[in-house]
């Protein structure tokens, strides 16, 4: 399973953007589906995470402010991020849970990132 992240950028604080990340690859199943973040000098983090039956977690910070949702058909995950801040700044990775084409286990797999960097 390979993952795509694309939407990151450079936006003014209160600004918007839209995260995408793409799964493709030979899968029978993808589980959930989220959005992870890594400011610099600082651990990776949960930002919001969706179940295939669209059951969703936020992290407290981003509570209000971002919507992660997920088009099964296309095998794709968004993350809607308004009212952005400059402590949103940070790397985005996506993350699924999977399972492989021929196996019976879930397994987690990792997109590339994408920057996000917020200005004031």
């Known amino acids: 399973v390979q993952l795509q992240a694309s939407g990151g950028g450079l936006v003014q604080a209160g600004g918007s953007l839209r995260l995408s990340c793409a799964a493709s690859?030979?899968?029978?199943?993808?589980?959930?589906m989220a959005w992870y973040r890594q400011a610099p000098g600082k651990q990776r983090e949960l930002v919001a995470a969706?179940?295939?039956?669209?059951?969703?977690n936020y992290a407290d910070p981003v509570k209000g402010r971002f919507t992660i949702s997920r088009d099964n058909a296309k095998n794709t995950v968004y993350l809607q991020m308004n009212r952005l801040k400059p402590e949103d700044t940070a790397v985005y990775y996506c993350?699924?849970?999977?399972?492989?084409?021929?196996?019976?286990?879930?397994?987690?797999?990792w997109g590339q990132g994408t920057l996000v960097t917020v200005s004031s």
């Open positions: 993350n699924a849970d999977a399972v492989p084409s021929g196996r019976s286990s879930t397994y987690d797999y």
């Open positions: 690859g030979s899968f029978i199943i993808i589980n959930t």
């Open positions: 969706i179940t295939v039956l669209r059951s969703t």
